[in-house]
C-alpha cells in the first residue's frame, strides 16, 4: 500500500506541474488574435489550471494516498496529526521525482515550437523567484517570504477544514482546488506563485539545466522550500488551536 501511495504522488505531483506550469509555460501568452483580442489564459487562465489539476488529480488518486501532491502541505498534515513522520521522507522524494518529471515533459513539448529557449527573466519557464531578476512584478524577497508564508498557512487551513471528519467528504477535492486556484490569483505577480517546494524544484531544474545563463530560479529556491514549509506548520497549528482535528468538536 505504501508503494502504491508513493506512485500515487509521483503521478499527483507529475499532473500538478504539467498542468498548472505547462499552462503558464504553453498557453499563457499565445499572442492576439486579428481584432486584438488575447489568445492566451493569462493570470486567471493558469491560476485555474492549478486548481483544475488539483482538484481533478485529488479525485483520481487521493483515496490512494491523500493527495498531497506538495512536500509542505505533508510535513503540515505531519504536524496537524493527520500523517505519520515515518512516511515523510518518502513522500517528499516521490513529489519531487513527480514535480522534476512534469518540468521535464513541459521542456519537451515546447521545444518542439521553432525557436523556444529559456532564457533568463523573472518567472522564466514559470519558475518562482523574488527581486527584479525573479519576481514577475519585481517584489522584494521581504514581499515573497511574507506571501509564501501566509498563503501556504492559509491553504493548509482549507485543507485540514475540508478533509476533517465532518465536512462533506465528496467536496474536499473541490475547496482544496478552489483555495489554489485564489491563491495563485494573490500571489502570480508577487512570486510566480509556489506554496509547493517540489514545484518550485521541478521548474527550477529544469531551467537551470537546459536554460542559457538561467541561474536566478535555484540560487533563490531556499525560499521556496523554506517559506511555504514554515507556513504549512503556522496553518496546521493554528487549525489544530481553532479545532480538535481528531474528534472534531461539535461546538465551539
Not at 492549478?50 to 498531497?68: E, M
Not at 518550485?200 to 540560487?219: H, K, L, Y
Amino acid at each position: 500500500m505504501y508503494g502504491r501511495a508513493l506512485m500515487a504522488e509521483v503521478f499527483g505531483t507529475f499532473w500538478l506541474v504539467l498542468g498548472g506550469c505547462g499552462a503558464a509555460v504553453l498557453a499563457a501568452d499565445f499572442g492576439t488574435g486579428g481584432n486584438g483580442t488575447s489568445l492566451g489564459l493569462g493570470f486567471v487562465g493558469v491560476s485555474l489550471a492549478f486548481g483544475l489539476t488539483v482538484v481533478t488529480g485529488a479525485y483520481a488518486v487521493g483515496h490512494v494516498s491523500g493527495g498531497h501532491f506538495n512536500p509542505a502541505v505533508t510535513i503540515g498534515l505531519t504536524v496537524g496529526g493527520r500523517f505519520s513522520a515515518a512516511k515523510v521522507p518518502g513522500y517528499i522524494i516521490a513529489q519531487v521525482i513527480g514535480g522534476v518529471l512534469g518540468a521535464f515533459t513541459i521542456y519537451t513539448i515546447a521545444s518542439g515550437q521553432d525557436g523556444f529557449a529559456i532564457a533568463p527573466g523573472a518567472g522564466t519557464f514559470a519558475t518562482n523567484g523574488f527581486g527584479p531578476e525573479g519576481s514577475p512584478g519585481g517584489y522584494t524577497m521581504m514581499a515573497a517570504l511574507v506571501t509564501e508564508v501566509v498563503l501556504t498557512a492559509v491553504f493548509l487551513i482549507v485543507i485540514m477544514g475540508a478533509t476533517a471528519k465532518r465536512a462533506a467528504a465528496a467536496m474536499g477535492g473541490l475547496a482544496i482546488g478552489l483555495a489554489l486556484v485564489l491563491i495563485h490569483l494573490i500571489s502570480i505577480p508577487v512570486t510566480n506563485t509556489s506554496v509547493n517546494p517540489a514545484r518550485s524544484t521541478a521548474q527550477a531544474v529544469i531551467a537551470q539545466v537546459f536554460g542559457d545563463g538561467v541561474t536566478v530560479p535555484m540560487q533563490q529556491l531556499w525560499l521556496f522550500w523554506a517559506a511555504p514549509i514554515v507556513g504549512a506548520i503556522i496553518g496546521a497549528l493554528i487549525y489544530r488551536l481553532m479545532m480538535d482535528s481528531n474528534h472534531d468538536l461539535e461546538t465551539y
